[in-house]
């Protein structure tokens, strides 16, 4: 009796075994799990933007469309089964999205790699024409900045999109299986869920809890480990965010990493320039973040430097009341800004005789000295530059974060300087696009010896010609375009677990983390601008609180590096309730928040017809009827064995 009790244990024990390892095994033959990219969805108060998939997902068989040709016999003629579109990345467009979401057979659209297609893709921009033209200086200009911008960025789409790797790409041929796929089944599918909680506007979906507002850490240093009340201020700045469709691949590599790397260049050189010569003017530098939303930063920035007060101190350096992470800004008076400069996108200034670089001022801004000083320091570095305000039809000053300035102070002299006299020839600006192949580590060195001349004359030093570190400046743009495993990562971010893949999307604003962008930003601005380095060491700036330092590279450093919050200052953060609370800037400032979500997959696998799927779901119903028999005639039979022990 014992053995057929054990024989009978045995058996169900290999059923269980073999269910499990049959489910998994079945799971895994059926569904390859392929990395991609999403595309997310954004809101405003007014508007959804970007995509989602339904709850649980969308599929579909792969169809390759390379061409407006085969897109045209798609939509005329879409059939009755769901597709997964292999798209063509020039064909990623408002009008395409409409196309395909009124053939109401789509299941998703995967974006090819570029190097996927034989023809090279000479322009292409998700942006708009007038990148954020409602928060800068001129509302209502018909200007177009952005000449190859389709604005793709900011429709809603309501299927999900993916952006594939060349790695996915090439590892599971997803063009070979779609070009597989003729009109009769089996064919090669996939599985694409990007599900976004967010169901209305900013106003709706935060009070859901389906949000949060975009925003992030701009950071700021002073040169000398202080803010001297007694100088004035020459300011410097760039911004240091990207966009695209895609935000996990958002590099920016013309549009924000070209200036944020001239920028710190800058500061290196004039920190060498400082050992032997005096400066008679305070020199800030300052790359804010969110520029590309709005300009959340620099807008946060005045206005805190203009009027915030703390009402309940949080920790040595922070307020509780309304919340600040630092609160070493109010060391800065915004009427001792003197002038300031900003670096924009300067990544592809041309080589040779045509090398030359653009200076754009507001015409109301005062700035003609401001340029003029600009112009000899160009001629002292042998960079050629010219005054783009001298256009015939000047259209005014490029979006930049000068204009968050020039809104509280119209007469401040301010100078952007970037690699376009009127449009821009960034020709992938705002789009995944622009990556490592778009920036010249040449040009950006270019900006940052004009910058660098530019700020010594400034401050009254003559003679000195800026040394900017080709090293340093080789190391930066790939971190902040190649690999974000890079050696300066390695060095400053020891500890913290690290995406090779780098993006400049701003992200979601959150009181208790930097990002780690962000985080290079400030301590390689640190590192470059410290007064002193101390022998204590450290694994947080909790510990530097003796020194009054922070900690940098696992070394209390003492400085002037800060960071400032980067959020619309359309809201104010509540630190006891967890909560936001809007300001009377709510209806006029950016309002922009991104959606939450559970979990992005995409799975590839071969469908069967209908037919085939019926016939199978009629033998699943069948198993499971002979399942429960045979479990219910089991289970009398175990009862009756141990009944009679």
């Known amino acids: ?26 799971s895994e033959k059926l569904y390859r799990k392929i990395q991609g990219y999403p595309c997310t969805r954004l809101a405003n108060l007014t508007h959804l933007i970007g995509c989602s998939s ?17 897109l045209n016999d798609f939509t005329s003629n879409p ?15 408002p009008a395409t999205m409409e ?29 708009e024409g007038y990148p954020n033209k409602r928060f800068g200086l001129y509302p209502n200009s018909d200007f177009v900045w952005n000449p190859v911008g389709n604005g793709v960025n900011y429709n809603q789409i309501n299927f999900p999109i993916y952006y594939l790797s060349q790695k996915e790409y090439d590892t599971f041929q997803v063009s070979k299986l779609a070009q597989d796929n003729g009109d009769s089944y089996p064919m090669n599918g996939a599985r694409l869920s990007s599900f976004m909680h967010l169901s209305g506007p900013s106003d709706i979906c935060l009070r859901r809890g389906q949000c949060d507002p975009l925003g992030g850490r701009s950071v700021w240093s002073a040169l000398g480990g202080k803010v001297d009340p007694s100088q004035k201020i020459v300011l410097v700045v760039a911004h240091s965010d990207a966009t695209a469709l895609f935000h996990d691949k958002a590099i920016g590599a013309d549009a924000a990493v070209s200036g944020k790397t001239a920028l710190l260049l800058t500061a290196q050189a004039l920190v060498e320039a400082q050992k032997t010569k005096k400066f008679n003017k305070q020199v800030v530098f300052a790359l804010f973040d969110g520029e590309s939303w709005g300009y959340l930063g620099s807008k946060r920035f005045v206005r805190d430097i203009v009027s915030f007060k703390c009402n309940e101190k949080l920790g040595h350096n922070s307020c509780k009341h309304p919340y600040a992470i630092s609160t070493s800004f109010q060391n800065i008076s915004f009427s001792s800004i003197e002038s300031i400069i900003e ?8 080589s040779g005789s045509k090398q030359k670089l653009y200076l754009h001022a507001d015409p109301k801004s005062g700035s003609n000295d401001l340029m003029t000083t600009i112009g000899k320091a160009a001629t002292s570095v042998n960079i050629a530059v010219s005054d783009a ?105 020891a500890g913290i677990p690290l995406n090779s893949d780098p993006t400049a999307y701003v992200g979601v604003w959150n009181y208790a983390s930097v990002s780690v962008q962000s985080k290079l930003a400030h301590d390689v601005l640190y590192d470059i601008t410290k007064v002193s380095e101390t022998s ?71 469908m069967d017809s209908p037919s085939a799927e019926v016939v199978t779901l009629i033998f699943g119903v069948i198993v499971t009827i002979l399942s429960l028999i045979f479990v219910y ?8 064995l141990f009944k009679s022990i």
Request: proline residues 5%.
């Open 1 to 26: 009796m014992k053995r057929n009790i054990s024989l009978w244990i045995c058996f169900l024990l290999c059923i269980i075994l073999w269910n499990d390892v049959s489910a998994q095994s079945t």
């Open 389 to 493: 305000t001298k256009q015939a039809k000047y259209p005014g000053l490029p979006p930049s974060s000068l204009m968050a300035f020039l809104q509280q102070k119209p007469n401040l002299p301010s100078v952007l300087i970037a690699e376009h006299e009127s449009q821009y020839i960034n020709q992938y600006f705002g789009s995944h696009l622009d990556d490592a192949s778009n920036i010249v580590v040449s040009s950006v060195i270019t900006a940052a010896r004009l910058a660098s001349a530019s700020v010594l004359a400034l401050v009254g030093v003559d003679g000195v010609a800026p040394n900017i570190s080709q090293p340093l400046a080789n190391e930066l743009v790939k971190c902040f375009t190649r690999n974000f495993t890079c050696d300066l990562s390695q060095t400053y971010l």
């Open 343 to 350: 670096i924009g996108q300067v990544g592809n200034v041309p």
């Open 536 to 606: 204590k060491t450290c694994t947080s700036p909790e510990d530097c609180d003796s020194v009054w330092g922070d900690c940098v590279r696992g070394k209390c450093l003492v400085g002037a590096t800060f960071y400032h919050d980067a959020l619309t200052i359309g809201l104010e953060f509540d630190v006891d309730s967890y909560s936001y609370t809007k300001t009377d800037k709510w209806e006029t400032e950016s309002t922009w928040v991104e959606s939450r979500w559970a979990t992005t997959t995409v799975d590839l696998f071969v």
């Open 633 to 640: 005639v089991l289970k009398a039979n175990l009862f009756k």
């Open 79 to 93: 059939g009755k089964e769901p597709r997964v579109i292999l798209l063509d990345p020039s064909l990623v467009s």
């Open 99 to 127: 196309k395909l979401a009124e053939t109401k057979r789509i299941g998703g659209v995967f974006v090819p790699p570029l190097n996927s297609f034989s023809d090279p893709l000479l322009s292409y921009s998700a942006e």
């Open 54 to 70: 339904s709850d649980g997902g969308q599929f579909g068989s792969l169809l390759f469309i390379s061409n407006s040709i085969q």
